[in-house]
């Protein structure tokens, strides 16, 4: 009897654990590999994961992948990026950075917080920052690095 609660114990343990880091993406753009303005050479989405997205105050935190289209078995790279954003200096950061292989396997992981760098009113990113507003909610880190 012990030994069922224990297993039990565990399996509960199991499915809070994949639901917390259970990622929600919802795609704000796309770009195609003969877009001027793409200096990849790959065509690819871009998604906001809504359930990392937390606000406090001033600042925002939320998860970003760029999911690279998959041409053939080596293709369809990933990067997750955590952003954090000061929403009244127009400013933003990257707080960490992982690389995915085509098969989902991590390739590289950065840690250490980019410098300030500002962004401009309009563009793209700003785009992002309103999706991942709308989906805020109040907090202050958006937690570990959602599922692809």
């Known amino acids: 009897m012990k030994q069922k609660t224990i297993i039990?114990?565990?399996?509960v343990l199991l499915l809070i654990t994949n639901t917390a880091?259970?990622?929600?993406?919802t795609q704000v753009g796309r770009t195609n590999?003969?877009?001027p303005l793409n200096m990849t050479g790959a065509s690819y989405a871009e998604y906001?994961?809504?359930?990392?997205?937390c606000k406090?105050?001033?600042?925002?935190?939320?998860?970003?992948?760029q999911q690279f289209d998959k041409l053939d078995e080596d293709s369809g790279e990933a990067t997750l990026t955590k952003n954090e954003v000061l929403l009244s200096t127009l400013k933003t950061r990257t707080l960490e950075t992982i690389e995915y292989d085509g098969?989902?396997?991590?390739?590289?992981?950065?840690?250490?917080?980019?410098?300030w760098v500002p962004y401009q009113k309009g563009s793209q990113f700003e785009k992002k920052i309103q999706?991942?507003?709308?989906?805020a909610k109040d907090g202050k880190d958006a937690g570990p690095a959602p599922k692809l």
């Open 103 to 115: 098969h989902g396997v991590e390739k590289s992981r950065f840690s250490e917080p980019t410098r």
């Open 131 to 135: 999706v991942a507003l709308k989906y």
């Open 56 to 65: 406090d105050g001033d600042r925002l935190v939320f998860w970003h992948k």
């Open 48 to 53: 906001i994961d809504k359930a990392s997205a």
């Open 8 to 11: 039990l114990a565990l399996l």
């Open 33 to 35: 590999k003969d877009n």
């Open 21 to 25: 880091l259970a990622a929600s993406w």
